[in-house]
């Protein structure tokens, strides 16, 4: 009677609803910051992009949906500037891109579209040439990169600012003042706060993602290099601590939804998070 009480429980609490209701409830959270509907609405294609790639590109076994309330009420939770977003909008179709180059050298062409995504938006911000790093090693995970892949990556990356300083739309001076102003200045809290259960929760599941079969053990770990590189590149580029935050965001959102799904009782995890998540914006 007591299992199946807690089988109810799971079901319910790893469902469609109950994520699709926590993540409306986030994107109406974010709808009350100043312009916080295009940041809510931004996140919430992330999140239905992950939903059906989880499936879609065999991440794992289980009910993938927990994710899309999670990272919504992340979201809601530590206010990421819009900046952020569109780096973990950018980093999660990078990252499938990445995922379908496995085992395939020759994919020079997405390497390329990818690297000139991260290039493009170098010229306004660090974080995206730090994101070309992180993608470049989970490519090495994924057993897809050679020397081929490193010219396209490099050419990528420089293509957007040869182009639009070449007609005269991107002053290359501006890059001084994008890279060249303070790196690490302290430990920014919020980033700190939100990746505890990013790196607890993938630590967690190491050993067992490195048990998967080969495909779907080599996209674990390039999920666990990109969850890595954004812990790195918060404290690294805490300057800039808040453009990472989504990445992180959706890194918790990741890892947490992967253990409740293959745990028998993983769904108090999920409700942990949500629970931290709502009691830290609040008082925030």
């Not at 809601?76 to 780096?87: D, F, K, M, Q």
């Not at 997405?110 to 995206?128: E, H, K, P, S, T």
């Not at 892949?149 to 182009?163: D, N, Q």
Request: aromatic share 12%; charged share 10%; glycine share 10%.
């Amino acid at each position: 009677m007591r299992s199946e009480r807690g089988s109810l429980i799971q079901s319910i609490i790893l469902g469609p609803i109950v994520s699709v209701v926590f993540a409306l409830v986030g994107l109406g959270v974010m709808a009350l910051y100043p312009g916080g509907w295009l940041d809510g609405l931004l996140s919430l294609a992330i999140a239905a992009l992950a939903v059906y790639q989880i499936k879609g590109r065999g991440l794992y076994k289980g009910p993938n949906f927990p994710f899309a309330g999670l990272f919504m009420v992340l979201q809601a939770a530590v206010r990421p500037s819009l900046t952020s977003t569109v780096l973990a909008a950018v980093a999660l179709p990078a990252m499938i891109g990445a995922m379908l180059c496995f085992q395939q050298r020759g994919q020079t062409r997405l390497i390329f579209l990818m690297m000139l995504v991260c290039g493009l938006g170098a010229l306004g911000a660090r974080c995206f040439l730090l994101l070309a790093g992180a993608l470049m090693i989970a490519l090495i995970c994924l057993r897809a990169f050679s020397m081929r892949g490193f010219v396209a990556s490099v050419l990528g990356l420089l293509t957007p600012l040869i182009i639009l300083a070449g007609f005269g739309v991107y002053d290359p001076h501006h890059l001084a003042e994008v890279y060249g102003g303070r790196w690490f200045s302290g430990f920014y809290l919020p980033a700190l706060i939100a990746a505890a259960p990013a790196a607890v929760f993938a630590l967690a599941m190491f050993l067992q993602s490195y048990g998967y079969p080969a495909k779907q053990r080599a996209r674990n770990l390039a999920m666990m290099t990109l969850t890595g590189c954004s812990l790195l590149m918060a404290i690294g580029d805490s300057a800039n601590g808040y453009d990472y935050l989504a990445l992180i965001n959706l890194s918790t959102a990741y890892w947490v939804s992967h253990f409740a799904a293959t745990r028998r009782f993983g769904w108090p995890a999920v409700l942990l998070i949500l629970i931290l998540a709502v009691v830290y914006g609040y008082y925030s």
